[in-house]
């Protein structure tokens, strides 16, 4: 070797140590001083939809309003236990006003909140009592209103009789309370189920759900307050719903995953490097090279998102299953071997530089996925493999020293290559051959598909149920389903909702929906204000009216009926949004008026309790009303993903096309036996999922796409070398399919769906990929 080569190469060398110094420090200083936050929203992992802007404003909305509350239940057969303890548990929280701040959700009584409604009380009517207008007597009218001057006080008896005199506005709130089971009881909200009766007490937090700084904080403190309800009343139930306490224990799963899978891959790979080897300088330099590998993932993946997910982390704690191949494959072809470090590096770089370019393309794929979760592993993975790549080359042949001698068990498992069976032209090739075309046949033949996204969420089946039980308790409206409204202006908007709620009123009747929450049924349009005034002003209060025959039947003079008609005047300018934005009671449903959207304006209808058979229906809704879009999130993710899969699957098929024309060049025909392992092990994993009856989703196929990258590399590191180096070769293979076993295959371990889906298939695949290959190549030269 020339000193001219010698030195470009220590230059080489002591670049890359400055290299990874900076990013050491860059590391050091995001994580330790800026103290990045790690996103644990598992929904941001999914594919941003190609909707409306209006969709997706609505989505945002409504997501955003889940995410920033938490509805506490304190219930218990006796009241005053009740109370009891929801003040203990209050006081916990009014002493914590920096994270979160308890709603006062009493508003509905209090008569300045109702103001603007009550001063519109002309133009605010029921259905029923719309159409009760329309063919009920003035005599009718009369008896109701000496019944509704018998009839105790209640909700929405704000003034005087004399100010309501035929209950219409009682009617319209109380259909307004009636949209919620909580009644205000005692100046706090009240919700019976069966016989017991809870407390609600509705909570909104000041920090977004999904910071690890707010869950570390906002969790012990709703656990300290149900321990002081409790304590105050014991036997009460305190039950807590809110997407915080998901988001919470998704991050606490992952990070335990990510110690588990992270650390249990390095202790594998450090037992298999020590059996293999005896000595501990191989196992530095592999742990070397990963650590170099982890600082590169972390500081590219740091520069190229705003916010990484804490999933990225556990994905790429199996990293170190791939990224040790390169620093194996070397360190096998040195095994035993005294000569120059460099010559050995100039004689394995070739399949080194083929295995990185493979690999390459299978994470090049997973970054062309639409999500932002995957995309962020493949930039993550596809980092960290490279700068553990550049450390082997430039690093290890200066680093590694000859081994005086080989470890048994390295000698033994390099040595089992030599009676593995081959592919021949003979009867047990033949017979082996037609039962795995047999197997992948049939497994192919039952092989189907599911892509519905709730397969990929896994939530904890105590929290699930206490949050469904919260929902059913409280009918709160779903998140997944509802509907869009839009229009070119406010006005028209409320009409286009009124119309919608018509048609949904038909489907609540009949029991396949409980309800809807629409801005209109507290602002109705102004056509609506102005034509229900006109009905109440011509029907109840003209002369000869039920206004007028009510005073004759209280013996009342007619100065009596004329200052009724003068309280029914009321302002000149209609109801408007600003009116109810502005009031407490829009407080909860804020989030369904989206304003100004693209040009236009918009608002979300939502609903409860909406029946699986009626969902046709409601689809169909949309296409009646102008304006409006029926929204399934569920649906409509799980369709996304389908589509993603179908296309998926043929960049998967398309990899291994492209691949074919890379290696032609240095391996001509032979290039059939270097894909072809991947290619039957890839089948073969497909058909024990279709034999399993374990359907196939994205996550199978994006793992497949990966395990092409690694796979094929096995292939590559047994055609590149012949004779003795064939056996070290296969040395390399086995560690490095055992390695990945270590760390994709503790994945299948997961809580997480998409883990654990991603895990298995890698481990079928892995494992098929690398016992199939030896056969296709065997001892020949």
């Known amino acids: 070797m020339s000193s001219r080569t010698l030195a470009t190469r220590r230059w080489l060398a002591v670049a890359w140590l400055g290299m990874v ?9 995001l994580w330790f001083v800026e103290k990045r936050a790690l996103e644990t929203d598992v929904l941001a992992l999914l594919p941003a939809e190609e909707r409306d802007p209006a969709v997706n404003d609505a989505l945002r909305s409504v997501t955003e309003a889940a995410q920033q509350h938490v509805v506490v239940l304190v219930g218990s057969r006796d009241w005053e236990s009740a109370r009891h303890a929801a003040d203990a548990y209050r006081r916990v929280i009014d002493s914590h006003r920096d994270w979160f701040r308890a709603d006062s959700t009493a508003a509905l009584n209090q008569a300045r909140a109702l103001a603007p409604w009550w001063s519109h009380r002309a133009a605010l009517l029921t259905t029923a009592d719309r159409h009760a207008l329309r063919t009920d007597t003035p005599d009718q009218w009369a008896l109701s209103g000496l019944q509704n001057l018998a009839s105790p006080l209640g909700v929405g008896r704000l003034g005087t009789w004399q100010d309501d005199p035929f209950g219409l506005f009682r009617h319209w709130l109380q259909a307004r309370a009636a949209e919620t089971p909580a009644r205000p009881v005692d100046g706090v909200l009240q919700v ?16 977004q759900s999904f910071s690890a700084r707010t869950q570390r904080a906002v969790v012990p403190i709703l656990d300290d307050a149900r321990r002081a309800a409790m304590r105050a009343a014991p036997g009460v139930r305190v039950l807590t719903a809110g997407v915080i306490l998901f988001a919470a224990e998704a991050a606490d799963t992952a990070k335990v995953e990510m110690s588990v899978i992270g650390w249990g891959s390095i202790a594998g790979i450090v037992l298999l490097m020590w059996l293999a080897f005896r000595s501990p300088l191989p196992i530095g330099l592999v742990i070397l090279s990963l650590g170099v590998g982890m600082l590169g993932a972390l500081s590219v993946s740091a520069m190229t998102f705003t916010k990484l997910h804490i999933i990225t982390f556990v994905f790429g704690a199996s990293l170190v299953g791939v990224a040790q191949d390169y620093g194996v494959l070397y360190l096998c072809r040195r095994l035993g071997d005294r000569g120059d470090a460099w010559a050995t590096m100039r004689d394995v770089l070739p399949a080194l530089i ?8 299978g994470y090049l794929g997973l970054g ?13 993975s596809a980092a960290g493999l490279l700068f553990a790549w550049i450390t082997v080359v430039l690093w290890f042949p200066w680093l590694d020293r000859p081994h005086s001698r080989e470890a048994r068990l390295g000698t033994w498992l390099s040595r089992t290559i030599v009676y593995w069976p081959s592919l021949r032209r003979d009867p047990p090739t033949i017979a082996a051959v037609l039962i795995a075309a047999a197997v992948i046949g049939v497994g192919l033949a039952r092989l189907q598909t599911n892509d519905d996204v709730r397969l990929l969420v896994n939530a904890p089946a105590a929290l699930a149920a206490e949050q469904k039980e919260v929902a059913r308790i409280m009918r709160a409206p779903t998140a997944a389903q509802f509907f869009v409204v839009k229009a070119v202006d406010p006005d028209t908007l409320l009409a286009r909702e009124e119309a919608l709620r018509v048609r949904l009123d038909s489907l609540v009747a009949t029991g396949a929906l409980t309800g809807y929450r629409a801005v209109s049924t507290w602002v109705p349009s102004r056509t609506t204000q102005t034509r229900d005034r006109s009905l109440v002003a011509e029907r109840l209060y003209t002369d000869s009216g039920a206004i007028d025959r009510l005073a004759l039947r209280l013996g009342e003079s007619g100065a009596w009926a004329r200052a009724a008609r003068t309280r029914l005047a009321g302002p000149a300018a209609p109801l408007t949004i600003d009116d109810w934005l502005a009031s407490p009671l829009a407080e909860a449903d804020r989030n369904l008026w989206l304003g100004q959207v693209d040009g236009g304006w918009a608002s979300v209808v939502d609903l409860e309790g909406v029946d699986s058979g009626a969902i046709a229906r409601l689809r169909t809704m949309a296409s009646t009303v102008p304006g409006t879009m029926w929204v399934d999130r569920v649906a409509d993710v799980s369709s996304l993903l389908g589509r993603y899969r179908r296309q998926m699957s043929w960049v998967v098929a398309a990899s291994f096309a492209v691949l074919w024309l890379v290696m032609w060049p240095r391996y001509g025909w032979r290039t059939w036996r270097v894909l072809a392992p991947t290619a039957v092990g890839s089948l073969l994993t497909l058909a024990i999922f279709g034999l399993l009856g374990q359907p196939v989703q994205l996550m199978h196929v994006l793992a497949l796409l990966l395990i092409f990258g690694m796979g094929v590399d096995y292939g590559i590191f047994l055609e590149e070398r012949s004779g003795r180096h064939r056996e070290r070769a296969w040395l390399a293979v086995v560690l490095s399919a055992a390695s990945a076993l270590l760390s994709f ?5 997961s809580a997480t769906p998409a883990l654990h889906l991603f895990g298995l298939t890698m481990l079928f695949g892995i494992t098929g990929i690398a016992l199939i290959t030896p056969c296709f190549f065997g001892t020949a030269d």
């Open 21 to 29: 110094l900076l990013v050491a420090a860059y590391d050091g200083w």
């Open 192 to 207: 019976a189920d069966g016989g017991e009766l809870y407390v609600v007490l509705p909570i909104t937090l000041s920090a």
């Open 368 to 380: 062309l996925t639409p999500f932002p979760g995957l995309r962020q592993m493949a930039v993550f």
């Open 745 to 749: 295959g503790l994945l299948s371990l």
């Open 354 to 361: 083929f295995a990185l370019v493979t690999t390459a393309i």
